[in-house]
Nanobody, 117 residues
Framework: QVPLVESGGGLVQPGGSLRLSCAAS????????MAWYRQAPGKQRELVAR???????NYADSVKGRFTISRDNAKNTVYLQMNSLKPEDTAVYYC???????????WGQGTQVTVSS
């Protein structure tokens, strides 16, 4: 059983929007902080957005005002709404679940987002 499964990636034109989803299973979702990371070719993986158990959020400076992270504990799902996409947003986006109390962490397999005309 794969604990995190991302979906919603694809090809979009600059200025467009996408919504990524990450469905969780096999662990108690509401106990975990959730995050989206991304990795572009030749670059290190970077944090895009994070949402805590209490639904506090933080964002990378490069996406502030354009991306929104949210979670639905009833559906065990975290979302990343991405608006005003730019070519530099092109990357593989990964979902992450973390519970620091137990030092437990899960990763998804990633979903490709390509922003190009």
């Amino acid at each position: 059983q794969v604990p995190l499964v991302e979906s919603g990636g694809g090809l979009v034109q600059p200025g467009g929007s996408l919504r990524l989803s990450c469905a969780a299973s096999g662990f108690i979702f509401r106990f975990y902080a959730m995050a989206w990371y991304r990795q572009a070719p030749g670059k290190q993986r970077e944090l895009v957005a994070r949402i805590t158990v209490g639904e506090n959020t933080n964002y990378a400076d490069s996406v502030k005002g354009r991306f929104t992270i949210s979670r639905d504990n009833a559906k065990n799902t975290v979302y990343l709404q991405m608006n005003s996409l730019k070519p530099e947003d092109t990357a593989v986006y990964y979902c992450n679940a973390e519970r620091r109390l137990t030092s437990t962490e899960y990763w998804g397999q990633g979903t490709q987002v390509t922003v190009s005309s």
